[in-house]
Structures are given as structure tokens and as C-alpha cells.
């Protein structure tokens, strides 16, 4: 997707695959805007190493945080979310939602965490370098793998973790 000058949310949401976080204005803008849609939940907890809002432009959905003293809130369009730093988070959607996200454009570590339904213990991470020209879709798709990859025992309960499809994200490819 090429950045643009303006924000035309919701006609570049129609155009990506869920979650996939696109960033939308020139790299060298500060704060940075990126892109969400989210039709099913998020498969893993996203985690930035910077403060972060999450902005609903569409939908109703959950915000899920780990680690924090509010485990979760109900968004509907013109909610604004704080997420701390370093707070593992996931949108989990009543309905179709759209997302702007707003953060730093500078370098920052990030980590997509998989936590364990039955326990909640988390049960695989995966971390690294954020920069401008990376693809979070990518990289995202990358830890799926990864988790998919492990053997995906909760090693405090000995929960088995289903493998999670790329295609319902519509990564596949």
C-alpha cells in the first residue's frame, strides 16, 4: 500500500487484510498513523516499547491488555484507548472495526506475545526492531510461523495451543 498525504481510513481499510497496521502518512511524520482492520480476534498480544493511543474510527470491539491493572475495555466509534509502554495488548472485535493507531516513527522494539486460553499464562514471544520500512503484516506473519512452529504446550497448565491459520487473517501467500 502506497503512504498517502491524507487519511482516507476507511477506503485503505477496505483494501487490507486484519490487523496488518499500515502505516498511513509519510515516515518522517511524528507521531506516526497506522492502519487496522479487524474482523475476527487478534490472534497474539501486540507489545511496543512506547506509549501508543488506539483510535476506533468504526465498529464495536474489546481492547484486552496483560499486565496492567484494566484488563480490558469495550471501544465503540470516537473511543480513544491509552495503551502504556510495554503493555501486551489485542483487539478482539464484536463487529467489524477499524483502528488508527498512533505512535513514535522512531526505531522501537515490539513483540507479538501468545498467551495460553486456558491459564493466561503467556506461552511464546517474539521480538524486534520496528523501523519505518518494516511491514508489520510480515512480521506478524513471521511469529505466527514461529508459534505455530513451537510445540505450543502452555508450560504452566500443559494447555495445547490450536495453530493459527495466516489465511483467516487473509496473509496467506
Not at 70 to 87: E, K, L, M, W
Not at 115 to 126: A, D, I, K, T, V
Not at 130 to 143: F, I
Not at 156 to 161: E, H, K, N, P, Y
Amino acid at each position: 500500500m502506497i503512504r498517502r498525504r491524507a487519511i482516507p481510513a476507511f477506503k485503505a481499510a477496505a483494501e487490507i487484510g486484519s490487523f496488518e497496521d499500515v502505516a498511513l502518512i509519510p515516515e518522517d511524520v511524528d507521531p506516526q498513523v497506522e492502519l487496522s482492520r479487524n474482523t475476527i480476534p487478534q490472534p497474539f498480544c501486540l507489545i511496543i516499547d512506547e506509549d501508543t493511543v488506539l483510535a476506533q474510527m468504526s465498529g464495536r470491539a474489546r481492547v484486552e491488555m496483560k499486565y496492567s491493572t484494566v484488563n480490558s475495555f469495550r471501544t465503540q466509534t470516537g473511543d480513544n484507548i491509552y495503551v502504556p509502554a510495554g503493555t501486551p495488548h489485542r483487539i478482539v472485535p464484536v463487529e467489524e472495526s477499524v483502528f488508527v493507531r498512533y505512535t513514535s516513527n522512531e526505531p522501537v522494539r515490539r513483540g507479538a506475545a501468545f498467551f495460553c486460553e486456558q491459564c493466561g499464562n503467556e506461552s511464546y514471544r517474539l521480538e524486534w526492531i520496528h523501523e519505518g520500512a518494516v511491514t508489520p503484516r510480515l512480521v506478524y506473519a513471521a511469529a505466527i510461523r514461529e508459534f505455530n512452529d513451537t510445540d505450543r504446550l502452555c508450560s504452566s497448565c500443559g494447555t495445547l495451543a490450536d495453530a493459527i491459520s495466516l489465511e483467516s487473517l487473509g496473509w496467506a501467500g
